[in-house]
């Protein structure tokens, strides 16, 4: 007889959480947009991202540094309040707010375009497989972009 397999451990707290970002990820990429009648309304693509994990540094909990081959590095930098502020290389610092929700996801809410709201949550399902969802939605709350991502760890193999 098998014992059925253990369910993953959801981490409980933000530190947690980041810790579980870090590394080196396999990234395949679903893009809807919800405009009308547009025949081009959906993309995939695989991309490779890179996230370190950020020590507290003075009153932040600490936070990510994540490279991607497809677009400027990033550092997202979380706070006790809620707080959550994000540079990139080619645009103004962005502030918006993080929330550590029970079943051991994480939610970010930021300014997005002409006045509108970008929406991602990122869950664990395992360890080393990690998913993200985005909603791009504008200043009057229609949903515009939509993706989801599925994230696998590269990790290395053991030597013979």
């Not at 409980?12 to 025949?39: H, K, N, Q, V």
């Not at 936070?63 to 990033?74: A, H, K, R, W």
């Not at 970010?108 to 970008?118: H, M, S």
Request: proline content about 6%.
């Amino acid at each position: 007889m098998t014992d059925a397999p253990k369910p993953f451990p959801q981490p409980t707290d933000l530190g947690a959480f980041l810790e579980l970002c870090a590394g080196e990820w396999m990234s395949l990429r679903s893009l809807f947009e919800l405009s009308d009648g547009d025949d081009d309304w959906h993309t995939s693509e695989r991309g490779e991202i890179n996230v370190t994990l950020l020590s507290a540094d003075g009153d932040d909990l600490g936070g990510l540094d994540v490279q991607s081959q497809q677009g400027p590095s990033s550092q997202l930098k979380f706070f006790n309040d809620g707080v959550l502020r994000v540079t990139t290389a080619d645009a103004e610092p962005r502030q918006g707010q993080w929330q550590f929700w029970s079943d051991g996801s994480v939610e970010l809410n930021l300014p997005g375009p002409n006045q509108g709201q970008i929406q991602e949550r990122i869950s664990f399902t395992q360890a080393n497989l990690r998913l993200r969802s985005t909603m791009s939605i504008d200043s009057t709350g229609m949903p515009q972009e939509g993706s989801f991502y599925s994230e696998i760890r590269r990790v290395a193999r053991p030597a013979a």
